[in-house]
């Protein structure tokens, strides 16, 4: 088998057997294959795609290149959730909880921050002594005992796909949709999951743009996930304006306290409840679908999931005090206002552009090397569709340095539209593909 | 300027800009553009093409990474003619001298074989003491007194072309019609040349399959011509049967001789002909395209053409006799007769087949290293149109070992396809691009 011949299958739309993606895959974790060999392979599969047989023996063979956790010995089915990554995305930090009160077995691996979009293990990380940096055993003695455990990924599942995201970045074959696909469910497929609802944000906040995109990317994942035998479903949601109202770490770790408290807003309420219902109806604590969504509002309304998290936070290190008591949270040292320069109705908040202005703050990081800020951030005092005079407060920005402020302040100035007639209401879940 | 921008923009069918094409040959030749970012754009480009902007600005670029040669102290407008490779291709070593023998000053620059093509430098050396590798001041003084001079290309012509060609053949990315274009041309226009004319090869036996193909690769490259102001006009002929009679080294150097005696097969006779009647047309020793076929029909019957190919023999220090004398000229050792198995019409006659099997005797290399041996080769005794006994002699192979001889002779058995009915007259000459 000569490297150049795939290529040149690959670039022709051919499909490639099973053994030649771990070919591929096999020779270029052990060097053999050369990095500018797997870019012109990359490069023609952005143009000519893959099918789904080879989209799930890519990602075997990036599975097979590392190590994998079995949790079959902690009873009970293990079911995770992954989104692709928005602005203001909190809800793995609320599903979570309520489906592990429910009786799911919950192993949540999250990533941190990059870009404009935040991370999971960053906003944990903002509640004083939360470790997510846990040895396996301890990871499995938590999963034992409370059915939830928040972790970040070990560098020894799927290191093929850690290369291969590398060389993507700078090789401009990022935005390939079957490389997307396999390159989230190697890492997810890893860990010893039974089940896993992914929720593809598409919208200006989002790395999908296009519906038609984030469908593709959804369907592709759910494709892999039952070739390789594991029940998985897909929201596609909207990112055209930040979930909830809180953007940055500890606010948002704030916002998802006052949710799991019942006091969260509509938009976050309601995606993190249908989330937990499919994990609860995946993990089989449910008969149906329906009676998923009534068990994951009772395990919400009842306070169970608030205590589950809390007794989280408690096992991972965290003062579980600092969600009823912000002030124990890390707190900006000062705020802006942003004012709507006219009265009218708001009808585009560009998530991205919020999300690019609170990493600006020191929310996020440009490069994986930097370090973050907890406490600042933004809260928006409106979302779309609400009416706002000439001068009311479109958003508060909370800052501890002032550098960055002023280019931070015009970006969310900026990102909110103002119009005069009402937009049309936008549906939040806009899809499922199961 | 960041390389992987450059490559997103190709990638998503943007035009490059004339800084940016030079950023990206600069940068891959000084080693400061890794290979896989380049092959990244090179499959990138492979998908997206290239304007006709674009590919003059990476010709400009490729051949200002090198040096360039200067004939302007010659007198005379030099042309050269450049073939992208066919079987049995003897074109240059008689359309060259009968252009010198009309005036023009022919600086042939040109390759050796490799795969199932021949090449003129292999061709020329089996002429006993015959030398291609003159120094400049050599080729020059002989260029001054003989208008016509035969060489090998120096590693000094642009470099950046040679390391992009190295890359291309083992990404994947040889097959694109902008990259063989701008390779093909930066070659021929460091080379200090006035005009060009082009031979492109279509068919079975040629690196272009489909006319439509051949086209665009002889547009492409007649407009850099224009772009670079260069006299460039390019015929696209077949080469669906090899051309002439001869396949292999010394065999070919026998039939040009045959030629320029005015004894040569039809098909190489009358595109040996155009061919030059384009140099000397381009090379402005005719008023129009009509009175250079008479020059050049005139220069290769009253012999002068012949008189200036031996003396070109001579000066790069062949012996002119073996061209009267082919006893003198290398001689294989045994004969093998491929027998018609049935009476019909010659329909086809695979030429790339034929190459290959004069290749596998010896005639030609599988890599750049391997030594050829001048001898060997293949005779046709018959061209497409003819009619055949059952036992006709289609064929004779000249070897000098048995090695490989019975799978050669399988391979040329199966390339001619014997039929019942007389096959249509295919032209030879298909479209002239200027």
Redesign the interface.
């Known amino acids: 088998m000569r ?2 011949d795939l ?2 299958r690959k ?1 022709g739309g051919e499909e490639l057997g099973v053994e030649e993606m771990q070919f591929l895959v096999n020779g270029y974790t052990s060097g053999e294959i ?7 392979f ?3 599969t ?2 000519s795609g893959m099918t789904d047989r080879e989209m799930s023996a890519l990602t075997e063979a990036m599975i097979a290149s590392g190590q994998t956790v079995s949790l079959s010995d902690i009873p009970g089915l293990k079911v995770d959730k992954h989104s692709t990554g928005g602005v203001g995305d909190k809800t793995s930090l609320i599903c979570a909880p309520i489906a592990a009160a429910a009786g799911v077995v919950v192993p949540m691996i999250s990533g941190r921050g990059l870009g404009h979009t935040g991370g999971t293990l960053d906003k944990l990380e903002s509640i004083p002594g939360f470790r997510t940096d846990l040895t396996v055993e301890a990871f499995r003695a938590q999963l034992a005992e409370h059915g939830l455990c928040f972790i970040g990924q070990s560098d020894e599942v799927a290191p093929a796909d850690k290369r291969l995201y590398a ?1 993507r ?5 990022v935005e390939s949709i079957p490389l997307i696909a396999s390159s989230i469910m190697s890492k997810k497929m890893a860990e010893g999951i039974d089940a896993l609802v992914l929720d593809v944000k598409v919208g200006h906040g989002a790395f999908m743009k296009k519906q038609v995109d984030a469908r593709r990317l959804a369907q592709a994942m759910v494709g892999i996930g039952r070739r390789l035998d594991k029940r998985v479903q897909a929201l596609i949601t909207d990112m055209n304006q930040p979930l909830g109202y809180a953007v940055g770490n500890a606010l948002e770790v704030m916002e998802v306290s006052q949710t799991l408290q019942k006091a969260g807003p509509a938009d976050l309420t309601r995606l993190s409840l249908e989330l937990a219902a499919r994990m609860i109806y995946l993990g089989k604590q449910a008969a149906s679908l329906e009676e998923a969504r009534k068990v994951a509002e009772d395990r919400l309304m009842d306070g169970s999931a608030y205590k589950k998290f809390k007794a989280v936070v408690q096992a991972q290190g965290g003062n579980p005090q600092a969600l009823d008591k912000f002030e124990l949270l890390p707190n900006a040292t000062g705020m802006r206002e942003i004012l709507s320069p006219r009265a009218g109705y708001v009808s585009a908040i560009m998530a991205e552009d919020i999300g690019r202005a609170s990493s600006m703050m020191g929310a996020g990081r440009g490069r994986k090397e930097d370090a973050i800020d907890p406490a600042v951030g933004a809260i928006l005092e409106v979302k779309v569709g609400e009416k706002v005079d000439a001068g009311s407060v479109l958003c508060r920005l909370y800052y501890t340095g002032e550098e960055n402020l002023d280019e931070a302040a015009d970006l969310v100035e900026d990102a909110f539209r103002i119009s005069g007639a009402r937009p049309e209401v936008r549906e939040l879940i806009l899809e499922v593909v199961s």
Do not use: E, K, N
Not at 169 to 173: A, E, I, S, W
């Open positions: 490297t150049v290529i040149l670039r050369p990095d500018y060999q797997m870019s012109a990359l490069m023609a952005y143009f060389l970045d700078v090789t401009g074959t």
